[in-house]
């Protein structure tokens, strides 16, 4: 009878869960036994539903869960919540674990045959005075997320009735846009604070400078090109302004959307190979560099920009789902890999839809690439169709060739995931003037005739056609 081979998982959420259980799908325990270690209680849910749950949109914590440990291990999946692995042995395929945050237990070292690191990715937290007081929030983990809203419904029962709570944002990113829309909804005096010319840095400048003017009408203070110095604190240590070089702005609440990092610790200690980003650097079955039983996904590697043909770090949930089902599949017996991606992410803050595919101006800039861009503003229906909302999209396409770089749209319903379009085109690698021939679906109610990415894409080969001229 065959020996049982061991697969030892380090982390788990998206990534980690996902692995474990399409190994398990293909492989049963006689022939697998599968270990997870997750420094957490819970596993495998939703970072991305935190926002909602702190909005009020999810009525609890145990819906952004999709499978609790004790679903996981009635699956034959041996869960161990509360551990941590602190220790690799690369040439020796053992890993040392130990209780969370008891740096004093002697921890336990664990042989195994496949080691799947998912350590995902940690906030970016700078050495800033006050960072740590109370008061002041990361939204990353589920933990993070119980935290944030216990101490905002302590602050809003003791409020004075009628007085509005004030809560500052530092950032205004992803998370950043994402929590000011919660806290405005909660009732909050709301202040974002970003160092950079506009909101929203994974969109160009003149395309924040649009998200940033809807914010403002939203009666959200942005205040952009504005660094935080330090964050004070009252009499009892708590948390009560955010300060920069020239302003100091109250708050009772902080939250830090200041973006994350690959967390990587562990396989840095080991010696493994890290990118320019400080993400593992994998193959395209997502094993670790020189490491026939080394493997990795999720935020914790870097992956291949298929347009810019460049690794970068982007910490998704979409590419942590696949990265896993990639892993366990390869673990299991089977074949698959994961060719990259174009960089698509979609977000909102309140009825502003914000997304973006491909490259911005500043990134085509620096691979070397000649480029012509557009913009155009449109409709999400026919513009006699009640409910029609205003759309900006912004088209970016090579110098020449026309080939499609980057898309970026920000407007109303019906905007964001129309992006969508856009990020097949790039995959497939075509051109504007072969997005124009796309027979896109039509009716009043859904689109104008020419669909607002298709009415970018015949201005951009406009633009290209007179750029070849000169």
């Known amino acids: ?53 702190i909005a009020g949109d999810v009525t609890g914590e145990a ?40 740096p004093g237990t002697a921890g336990e070292w664990l042989p195994y045959d496949h080691l799947v690191l998912a350590t ?14 109370p008061g002041v929030h990361g939204v990353q983990t589920l933990d993070d997320g119980r935290a944030l809203l216990h101490a905002l419904e302590r602050a809003e ?16 990113g992803y998370i950043g846009v994402e929590m000011s829309e919660a806290l405005v909804r909660r009732g909050y005096q709301v202040t974002v604070l970003d160092q950079s010319e506009q909101p929203m840095t994974t969109l160009d400048p003149d395309m924040g400078a649009l ?45 830090l959307g200041l973006g994350v990092q690959p967390e990587t610790t562990l396989a840095r200690d080991a010696g493994l190979p890290l990118g320019e980003s ?17 493997w990795a996904g999720g935020d914790c590697v870097e992956v291949l920009d298929l347009v810019g043909g460049r690794n970068q770090h982007i910490a998704l949930g979409t590419h942590a789902n696949k990265h896993g089902q990639i892993i366990g599949t390869n673990i299991g017996g089977d074949y698959a890999t994961f060719p990259g991606v174009v960089g698509t992410a979609v977000s909102k803050v309140c009825d502003l839809e914000i997304a973006r595919t491909g490259l911005l101006e500043r990134q085509a800039a620096a691979l070397g690439l000649r480029y012509v861009t557009v913009t155009v503003e449109s409709t999400s229906r026919a513009g006699y169709y009640p409910g029609a909302a205003p759309m900006h999209v912004k088209m970016i396409a090579e110098h020449r060739t026309g080939r499609l770089l980057g ?23 075509m051109t504007v003037e072969q997005l124009i021939a796309l027979d896109l679906g039509y009716a009043p109610p859904f689109s104008p005739v020419w669909d607002p990415v298709l009415a970018a894409a015949r201005k951009a080969v406009k633009a290209v056609r007179e750029a070849s001229e000169d």
């Open 278 to 294: 400080g993400g593992l650097l994998t193959d395209q079955a997502l094993r670790v560099r020189g490491h026939e039983t080394l």
């Open 63 to 102: 819906a952004l869960v999709v499978r609790t440990p004790q679903q996981h291990r009635e699956r034959g999946i041996d869960v161990r919540t509360g551990t941590e692995a602190v220790a690799l042995d690369a040439e020796a395929r053992r890993v040392c674990l130990r209780p969370t945050g008891e």
């Open 407 to 429: 898309t970026q749209i920000v407007g109303r319903e019906g905007a964001g995931k129309r992006v969508d379009i856009a990020a097949v085109a790039l995959t497939a690698r």
């Open 120 to 133: 995902g990715a940690r906030p970016t937290r700078p050495p800033l005075p006050g960072i740590d007081a």
């Open 211 to 255: 998200v940033h003017e809807a914010m403002d009408a939203m009666g959200i203070d942005t205040r952009t090109g504005t660094a935080v110095t330090a964050i004070h604190t009252d009499a009892d240590g708590h948390v009560r302004a955010v300060a920069t070089d020239d302003a100091e702005f109250p708050a009772e609440i902080v939250i």
């Open 1 to 53: 009878m065959a020996a049982v081979t061991r697969m030892v998982v380090i982390g788990g959420n998206a990534t980690g869960m996902a692995a474990a259980s399409q190994a398990r799908r293909l492989k049963g325990p006689d022939e697998l036994e599968i270990v997870v270690a997750e420094r957490g209680d819970v596993t495998s849910y939703s970072s991305c539903g935190i926002p909602y749950w």
């Open 157 to 172: 029962t003791g409020a004075p009735g009628g007085a509005r709570r004030r809560a500052v944002v530092v950032g205004a």
